[in-house]
T-cell receptor, first 113, second 111 residues
């Protein structure tokens, strides 16, 4: 069965720390995405990648970077975590096109103190 | 970014009743998708309807699309307590661009 795995379910970090959120998919999908979800704001796209080593900015890339060294793994990096980055982070993947059906991970609830 | 908007924001019904949620969007779309999210979890894809389709069914789900009104509706028939979740519509304008999600409808089904 299709699986998108996010490395942590809950994460607590301090302001200024460098934070890595990892996401792995086992479906050989071309596209991977990072969204953040906040109450009242819905899901907002941070970054996406349509191929290994390729990345595109989404709607809210400021304060984040990404890495996709292997097809199955897409990492979200918070260079210097801030309290306004406290959020639920959702990773997703799709097979060929970025507008196809998305498969989501279970999410990482990040708290920055 | 264009964004679908779900209506109502929250809906509470009794088990066995039908639940209807609506999604409106602003510009022409390639396809429209509906997703479900159980509390604190990831989203699960429910159904995709393309711009040249008017209606689609999947089990107890029925989705309609009216491109002239730029709106879609999701109907869940004979609802169950397990249907309690947030439901999101997601749209894409054209080409190979990522989905844009609405803010969701919170559905509570009371047993």
């Amino acid at each position: 069965d299709v699986k998108v795995t996010q490395s942590s379910r809950y994460l607590v970090k301090r302001t200024g720390e460098k934070v890595f959120l990892e996401c792995v998919q086992d479906m050989d999908h071309e596209n991977m995405f990072w969204y953040r979800q906040d109450p009242g704001l819905g899901l907002r796209l941070i970054y996406f990648s349509y191929d290994v080593k390729m990345k595109e900015k989404g709607d809210i890339p400021e304060g984040y970077s990404v890495s996709r060294e292997k097809k199955e793994r897409f990492s979200l990096i918070l260079e210097s975590a801030s309290t306004n980055q406290t959020s639920m982070y959702l990773c997703a993947s799709s097979l060929w096109d970025t507008n196809e059906k998305l498969f989501f991970g279970s999410g990482t609830q990040l708290s920055v103190l | 970014s264009q964004q679908g908007e779900e209506d109502p924001q929250a809906l509470s019904i009794q088990e066995g009743e039908n639940a209807t949620m609506n999604c409106s969007y602003k510009t022409s779309i390639n396809n429209l998708q509906w997703y479900r999210q159980n509390s604190g979890r990831g989203l699960v894809h429910l159904i995709l309807i393309r711009s040249n389709e008017r209606e689609k069914h999947s089990g107890r789900l029925r989705v309609t699309l009216d491109t002239s009104k730029k709106s879609s509706s999701l109907l869940i028939t004979a609802s169950r307590a397990a249907d309690t979740a947030s439901y999101f519509c997601a749209t894409v304008n054209s080409g190979n661009t990522p989905l844009v999600f609405g803010k969701g409808t919170r559905l509570s089904v009371i047993a």
